[in-house]
């Protein structure tokens, strides 16, 4: 337990989300949760439950100061904070009101970190909607809440105390403890590493729909597929034969498939962390998760079977430097900061493991997620989830709508799969011989878009026809190149000059070849 006197300083990642808030606000950084329930809902259970996480875990009622440009938290006193429940009446537009409910902004200097509001329609079901403000929360906090949720309702609604035992420690002694030990020769050790691993790192330019604004956008949306069981269990069985997991396996095809994309060997890709490796930090909620910038060179090997081994130990040792705040790599290794897109890295990667996490469920209550509602945002120009499930592996694609249309995430998701399906059938190939090519695509460019054959009258000469098209369609354009265009008018004036010139300057006879 860490000491309290004085002012207590933000941890690492906390800062660095306080700046952002300072700077332009954080509407990208709520974590909302929207869920329909169906049930005998017992309404005071579920509001003396929320407010007995709120009580339990101090970061969700801590607030953040400031003097003098230096950021520090106090912790607002329990009990104060309260379940918001609203009577619907009459024909409502839920995804407006829902949309209007998650981007209200958090007020950081006094606002609880998380707010609650149970919408009653009146038909005997309701919508829960909830924010999390990600400087008090991460994914695996999630699982947390989640878990005690289902306790203590549990508890409640049958009138009993509460089961949970009472937290050993708070986030505050885990951002006193980052300050006190992330420090001196452990933080210059770990700076060190990433300064070398990510020096003169090359962004990632892929290709977009759209052209790149000079403020990075954060609007966005996403796209979901998953693959099938054979394929599922064939990279489960590809991982077991290369010894990595399969959050390497499936990394590594994804640098591949962005580096198909962009033509860059230089890859870069981001992907977060628990940083939970004390025991004690396991039960807590607070915002634990670190980045790493995990950087590979595909050119430097030749087959994807030596390229997973680069990605393994590139992993691998990403994961024994995690304690360096990504917030110092990126003051550290970033010169100039490019407004128009994030530091380090474009993309981003995770695995979620949906068979380690905890369903929300409540006694009696059927749950289920309202799927009317889409966050729309984007904090990168492309993030990969991963859901690895009992039977099959899923995915949604979160990308920036200011960049790419949905057509064009759609034709990367399948070029994902036909990579991870040619993975499967030869590993040792080269990469430039795995495919991503789809068979249809295929069929369309070799048959479909190459269908040139047309039909000309055998009487008549190139000549005669271009002559008719001339006179069919004079204003029309013909031809273009780089910035120049004719019409089939202008074309026909123009080599009749040039044919005019050669006639002129050169001794041609009928039937002779001109060379052009």
Not at 152 to 170: E, K, T, V
Not at 209 to 218: A, F, H, I, M
Not at 483 to 508: C, F, P, V
Request: aromatic share 10%; net charge negative.
């Amino acid at each position: 337990v860490g000491d309290r006197s004085g002012r207590i300083p933000l941890s690492f990642s906390q800062l660095r989300l306080w700046f952002i808030d300072e700077l332009e606000g954080s509407l990208q950084y709520h974590m909302p949760i929207v869920l329909r329930i169906d049930g005998a809902l017992d309404i005071e259970a579920l509001s003396s439950s929320f407010k007995e996480i709120v009580n339990r875990h101090e970061v969700l009622r801590t607030v953040i100061k400031s003097e003098d440009g230096v950021a520090y938290q106090e912790v607002m006193p329990a009990d104060g904070w309260s379940l918001e429940v609203v009577r619907l009446e009459g024909t409502t537009d839920m995804e407006s009101l829902l949309h209007s409910y998650v981007a209200i902004p958090f007020d950081l200097s006094s606002d609880y970190m998380v707010r609650m509001c149970l919408y009653d329609p009146g038909d005997g079901s309701y919508i829960l909607a909830g924010v999390i403000h990600h400087i008090a929360s991460d994914g695996w906090s999630e699982d947390v809440f989640v878990q005690e949720l289902g306790v203590l309702y549990s508890c409640y609604s049958q009138g009993r105390a509460s089961d949970l035992s009472p937290l050993s420690l708070q986030y505050i002694d885990y951002a006193l403890w980052q300050r006190q030990y992330i420090e001196g020769a452990v933080l210059e050790a770990e700076l060190s590493y990433w300064q070398d691993q990510l020096a003169d790192v090359t962004p990632l330019a892929l290709p977009t729909d759209y052209p790149r604004g000079s403020v990075r956008s954060t609007d966005g949306l996403r796209h979901e597929f998953e693959l099938d069981r054979d394929l599922s269990a064939s990279l489960l069985d590809v991982c077991k034969e290369e010894g990595v997991t399969l959050y390497m396996l499936l990394l590594a095809a994804f640098k591949v498939l962005m580096h198909r994309y962009s033509g860059q060997d230089d890859i870069c890709v981001g992907t977060p962390i628990a940083n939970r490796i004390q025991e004690e930090t396991q039960g807590m909620i607070g915002f634990f998760v670190n980045t790493l910038a995990l950087r590979s060179d595909v050119g430097s090997v030749t087959t994807f079977q030596e390229f997973l081994q680069q990605v393994k130990a590139t992993t691998l040792a990403g994961q024994e430097h995690q304690h360096a705040p990504f917030e110092r790599i990126v003051d550290l290794v970033v010169e100039t900061r490019d407004m128009s897109m994030s530091p380090l890295f474009q993309v981003m990667f995770l695995l979620q493991n949906k068979m380690g996490s905890k369903d929300l469920a409540l006694d009696g209550i059927e749950i289920s997620a309202y799927d009317e509602y889409d966050r729309g945002l984007s904090n990168f120009d492309l993030t990969l989830i991963v859901d690895e499930g009992e039977t099959h592996i899923s995915f949604d694609i979160e990308y920036c709508t200011a960049l790419f249309t949905e057509a064009t995430i759609r034709r990367m998701a399948s070029h994902y799969k036909e990579l991870l399906g040619s993975i499967v059938a030869n590993r040792t190939s080269s990469i430039a011989d795995l495919s991503i090519v789809t068979q249809q695509e295929q069929q369309e460019l070799l048959e479909v878009f190459n269908d040139t054959d047309q039909s000309y009258p055998y009487d008549k000469s190139l000549a005669t026809l271009f002559y008719a098209q001339v006179k069919q369609t004079p204003n029309n354009t013909a031809l273009t190149f780089e910035d120049k265009s004719y019409t089939y008018q202008e074309l026909d004036q123009a080599s009749n000059r040039l044919s005019q010139y050669l006639l002129a300057t050169y001794d041609i006879g009928s039937e002779d070849f001109i060379g052009i």
